[in-house]
Nanobody
Framework: QVHLVESGGGSVQAGGSLRLSCAAS????????MGWYRQALGKQRELVAH???????TYANSVKGRFTISRENAKNTVYLQMNSLKPEDTSVYYC??????????????WGQGIQVTVSS
């Protein structure tokens, strides 16, 4: 099985920065895509940023120019650097990883979710 551990959330004032991390552990033999999603209270989960195995990135329009996704393959870890945070960024952020294991084949795993709160 593959387990994701998220860290780095918290509370910050508008204009501040936070860095989220998500590390995959377990029977991981390869990782394809890694991404961050968020879900605000009463709203649907939405894609924030995605990074492919080749390093190509995709961002939601609302975070372009403010957030940066990166990955460290040797550590099976994905990061989300969030700058110029706004109150509307307040949400629970979820890490998503798609990859493969030698025993169980392909997998899709979700992190437990981490709260980010931005005050005005």
């Amino acid at each position: 099985q593959v387990h994701l551990v998220e860290s780095g959330g918290g509370s910050v004032q508008a204009g501040g920065s936070l860095r989220l991390s998500c590390a995959a552990s377990g029977s991981v033999s390869s990782i394809n895509s890694m991404g961050w999603y968020r879900q605000a209270l009463g709203k649907q989960r939405e894609l924030v940023a995605h990074i492919s195995s080749g390093g190509s990135t995709t961002y939601a329009n609302s975070v372009k120019g403010r957030f940066t996704i990166s990955r460290e393959n040797a550590k099976n870890t994905v990061y989300l650097q969030m700058n110029s945070l706004k109150p509307e960024d307040t949400s629970v952020y979820y890490c998503n990883v798609i990859g493969g294991t030698a025993v169980f084949g392909t997998f899709t795993s979700w992190g437990q979710g981490i709260q980010v709160t931005v005050s005005s």
